[in-house]
């Protein structure tokens, strides 16, 4: 069998297995037995080298981007106000209900007022006698029946009176509780019959459909901080929701103890789920930019240095071992700097399988709308 391929392409221990039967054959039978080996054995390489290896991939995009700065943060009424008494009497009404929506001007509660009110029909009345008594005196001084020191003295006395009257009105108004601004009330403490006096608390009224956050943060952020800058904010009681919002103001002073800043935001609060008092995680959007985007899954790190693998669409998907510079990073993904541009495609599942130079075959592309389980989990109804 010397001068033969055979020995080279079967393993020693087969070859000395078959060898009694090889010198058996006759030359021609052992030249297409040969033959027929040798096929095989390029058909079972070739196959080997076009074998490829699954993966899941992932599209380079270009997004908008910004470098977050988070914070914690309190929520204020846009306006806030504890309305109280200014004299001392009895409750005779009562127009509203715990946590009800009340507009500007509309009467809460009125307080025991029939004395005033007497004084002030005492007092229109006088007014009315007054002004008859200046209008027949004028007519006599036209006619020059009546001296104009007279009529003068009537005049004088009919202001008096209607000074009056705007005192007895202005003081009524005390015992009249309006709402100053649209806005919810709260609790309801007071009854129909309770006495009060100045100072005592009738009812809080806080203007919520837009909220104030008062927030701090390190001093070293101050010259990024202005007025306009987007936010967003979340709290522990929905927390699937996102509040949006932006930086109203950037407070005067930086507190010497602890080197930060109060930054006053305004959210958007329609719905009015949102309270006063609660407390918000806050993310502030700065630096806007546009970004190469990527996976952070489809990142390799060797050392201090990074690296991805670009599949190469029109060489039959073949691999490509990329370095690229990373920036920022958030929540599953990075922004690349240097090495991609929108629209390559990157092994983003499977790299630790792939070396440079394969062949793969990709099972799907994940995006915003496909998920990795969702693509593995069709692949899988195909197999079935």
Same mark, same amino acid.
């Given at each position: 069998? @010397?001068?033969?391929?055979?020995?080279?392409?079967?393993?020693?221990?087969?070859?000395?297995?078959?060898?009694?039967? =090889?010198?058996?054959?006759?030359?021609?039978?052992?030249?297409?037995?040969?033959?027929?080996?040798?096929?095989?054995?390029?058909?079972?390489?070739?196959?080997?080298? *076009?074998?490829?290896?699954?993966?899941?991939?992932?599209?380079?995009?270009?997004?908008?981007?910004?470098?977050?700065?988070?914070?914690?943060?309190?929520?204020?009424?846009?306006?806030?106000?504890?309305?109280?008494?200014?004299?001392?009497?009895? #409750?005779?009404?009562?127009?509203?209900?715990?946590?009800?929506?009340?507009?500007?001007?509309?009467?809460?509660?009125?307080?025991?007022?029939?004395?005033?009110?007497? *004084?002030?029909?005492?007092?229109?009345? +006088?007014?009315?006698?007054?002004?008859?008594?200046?209008?027949?005196?004028? @007519?006599?001084?036209?006619?020059?029946?009546?001296?104009?020191?007279?009529?003068?003295?009537?005049?004088?006395?009919?202001? @008096?009176?209607?000074?009056?009257?705007?005192?007895?009105?202005?003081?009524?108004?005390?015992?009249? #509780?309006?709402?100053?601004?649209?806005?919810?009330?709260?609790?309801?403490? =007071?009854?129909?019959?309770?006495?009060?006096?100045?100072?005592?608390?009738?009812?809080?009224?806080?203007?919520?459909?837009?909220?104030?956050?008062?927030?701090?943060?390190?001093?070293?952020?101050?010259?990024?901080?202005?007025?306009?800058?987007?936010?967003?904010?979340?709290?522990?009681?929905?927390?699937?929701?996102?509040?949006?919002?932006?930086?109203?103001?950037?407070?005067?002073?930086?507190?010497?103890?602890?080197?930060?800043?109060?930054?006053?935001?305004?959210?958007?609060?329609?719905?009015?789920?949102?309270?006063?008092?609660?407390?918000?995680?806050?993310?502030?959007?700065?630096?806007?930019? *546009?970004?190469?985007?990527?996976?952070?899954?489809?990142?390799?790190?060797?050392?201090?240095?990074?690296?991805?693998?670009?599949?190469?669409?029109?060489?039959?998907?073949?691999?490509?071992?990329?370095?690229?510079?990373?920036?920022?990073?958030?929540?599953?993904?990075?922004?690349?700097?240097?090495?991609?541009?929108?629209?390559?495609?990157? #092994?983003?599942?499977?790299?630790?399988?792939? +070396?440079?130079?394969?062949?793969?075959?990709?099972?799907?592309?994940?995006?915003?709308?496909?998920?990795?389980?969702?693509?593995?989990?069709?692949?899988?109804?195909?197999?079935?």
């Amino acid at each position: 069998m @010397q001068g033969h391929p055979l020995p080279a392409i079967l393993p020693r221990a087969l070859m000395t297995v078959l060898s009694p039967f =090889i010198r058996r054959l006759s030359p021609r039978t052992l030249s297409a037995l040969l033959a027929l080996i040798i096929l095989l054995h390029v058909a079972s390489t070739t196959a080997a080298a *076009q074998q490829t290896t699954p993966v899941i991939g992932a599209r380079v995009s270009l997004e908008p981007w910004s470098d977050p700065l988070e914070a914690l943060g309190t929520l204020r009424a846009d306006e806030s106000v504890t309305l109280s008494a200014t004299v001392t009497d009895t #409750v005779v009404e009562v127009n509203f209900r715990d946590g009800q929506v009340v507009e500007e001007g509309q009467l809460l509660v009125r307080l025991q007022d029939d004395e005033q009110q007497a *004084q002030l029909r005492a007092a229109q009345a +006088q007014r009315d006698e007054r002004r008859a008594t200046v209008n027949r005196l004028a @007519q006599l001084q036209t006619r020059n029946l009546a001296p104009r020191a007279d009529v003068e003295d009537a005049q004088a006395r009919l202001r @008096q009176v209607e000074a009056e009257i705007q005192g007895l009105e202005a003081r009524l108004r005390n015992y009249r #509780v309006r709402a100053p601004f649209d806005g919810v009330v709260g609790f309801r403490n =007071i009854s129909v019959g309770s006495l009060v006096t100045p100072g005592t608390e009738l009812v809080t009224l806080d203007k919520v459909d837009v909220v104030k956050l008062d927030f701090n943060v390190p001093e070293v952020f101050l010259a990024i901080l202005e007025p306009g800058l987007p936010l967003a904010a979340r709290s522990v009681a929905f927390p699937d929701e996102r509040f949006d919002g932006h930086v109203e103001n950037v407070g005067s002073r930086v507190d010497p103890v602890s080197r930060s800043v109060t930054v006053r935001a305004e959210l958007g609060n329609p719905e009015l789920r949102l309270r006063p008092g609660m407390l918000m995680e806050v993310i502030v959007q700065r630096s806007s930019r *546009q970004a190469v985007v990527v996976p952070e899954a489809a990142l390799i790190p060797s050392g201090d240095r990074q690296f991805v693998l670009v599949i190469d669409e029109e060489d039959e998907n073949r691999v490509e071992r990329r370095e690229v510079k990373v920036g920022e990073r958030r929540t599953g993904q990075a922004e690349i700097l240097e090495g991609l541009e929108a629209g390559d495609l990157l #092994v983003a599942h499977g790299v630790q399988r792939v +070396q440079p130079e394969d062949r793969v075959s990709l099972l799907g592309i994940v995006d915003d709308t496909t998920s990795v389980r969702e693509i593995l989990e069709a692949n899988r109804v195909e197999r079935n």
